[in-house]
């Protein structure tokens, strides 16, 4: 058993009749959900105390998230030790989730007809996100290159100078193929957006997954160039396991920037929730030994899934950098649907044609170990 003090990732947590949304999909078949992106840890002690004093307190009412100082200043605390980013706590502004913000994004900078420029393959809400504010969007594609994934620079830089182009939307790391941006990669992502006048939103939610060791994630509006023209996205939802608390956080440099994206919010995006609020507060002040382990575990399945998906004909996986997901290429079985093929089997990805090419599957591989050999074996029949 992989064990850290109480911190157990090898045990199994029934979540068939807690309404999860991963569970629910395959709901009385024999297929294994590895697909939306949560994990099946347990959150950490000290965010679960945190939250059952809350309640114990026994008022919910309002709270104002831009009131509640101990979140931002945990905030600011964990970006400096993590990310090396020292920031202003008035740069943070509270939204209900990443994709909110991204849309939110979308209005802010844009007019109808306006071109929004977006890396693919990218996770489904995102690639929804222009078409639904009445923009146009762009793809641009994900190469791979030696062994990693990176932009296509030479599309973005021609998709960029055309005038109806306002936005550029990215993840890093990327969701689904889990590659980080090197700092040469930023400055010439922050370059093409200086010269051609973008707006950058970086959608970092995973970013505090970087499982390559030799990686190490830069936040877009650390970069100098980068800072009076960029929305950085972040949320402690995936790290920590509290996506269904409805909490993230855009860090906003630029004044004039941060009013037009807190503008465009206004009368239609709620407040971030109170106990996700608490929760973000409890993760990045309390909970750094259970992330570290996390960390550890992750590595360990990411190296498990490496070998063994390789070695089934007909399925090729690059090691992802960071996230807990991982990107698989299932062309090399020659069917036309490869989903099919894992759901007959008995497991239950991310269907590749929701992120942009039908030829991939999303595995999610936060998950206890014994899971993951259940697939791998499940996918090996």
């Known amino acids: 058993m992989n064990e850290v003090g109480c911190m157990d990732f090898d045990q199994i947590i029934d979540r068939r009749e807690s309404c999860s949304f991963k569970w629910n999909k395959y709901a009385g078949k024999d297929i294994l959900p590895v697909w939306v992106a949560d994990s099946e840890f347990k959150c950490a002690q000290p965010i679960l105390d945190v939250l059952h004093q809350r309640v114990e307190h026994g008022l919910l009412g309002y709270t104002l998230p831009a009131q509640y100082e101990p979140a931002k200043i945990a905030i600011k605390d964990w970006l400096a030790r993590r990310h090396d980013w020292q920031i202003n706590t008035d740069w943070i502004v509270w939204t209900p989730g990443v994709v909110p913000a991204f849309n939110v994004a ?6 109808a007809g306006d071109k929004v420029l977006v890396q693919v393959p990218n996770y489904p809400p995102l690639l929804a996100a222009p078409g639904l504010n009445q923009l146009q969007r762009v793809d641009i594609p994900t190469l791979e290159n030696e062994g990693r994934w990176e932009l296509d620079f030479e599309a973005l830089e021609r998709e960029a100078a055309d005038p109806k182009a306002k936005l550029l939307i990215l993840c890093n790391p990327m969701n689904p193929v889990g590659a980080v941006f090197s700092e040469a990669e930023l400055q010439q992502v922050a370059a093409i957006c200086e010269r051609h006048n973008l707006v950058l939103c970086s959608d970092e939610i995973h970013c505090d997954l970087v499982l390559d060791e030799q990686a190490r994630h830069i936040p877009a509006s650390k970069l100098e160039r980068l800072k009076h023209n960029s929305v950085t996205l972040m949320a402690a939802s995936k790290t920590f396991n509290i996506a269904g608390l409805g909490t993230s956080f855009a860090i906003i440099p630029d004044a004039r920037v941060r009013q037009q994206f807190v503008q465009a919010a ?20 309390q909970c750094d030994d259970w992330y570290e382990a996390q960390l550890t575990y992750l590595r360990g399945n990411r190296d498990y899934l490496m070998q063994e998906v390789n070695q089934i004909p007909g399925l090729k996986l690059l090691a992802p950098q960071a996230t807990f997901l991982a990107w698989v290429d299932a062309s090399g079985l020659g069917v036309d649907n490869p989903q099919s093929w894992c759901e007959e089997r008995g497991v239950g990805p991310s269907p590749g044609a929701d992120f942009g090419d039908k030829q991939f599957f999303r595995i999610n591989f936060a998950c206890p170990r014994s899971q993951l050999e259940q697939v791998i074996q499940r996918l090996k029949a």
Do not use: D, Q, R
């Not at 239609?268 to 973000?280: E, R």
């Open 106 to 111: 979308c209005k802010a900078y844009c007019e």
């Open 266 to 285: 206004m009368g239609i995006v709620p407040w971030a929730n109170v106990l996700g609020l608490y929760a973000t507060e409890a993760a990045f002040s």
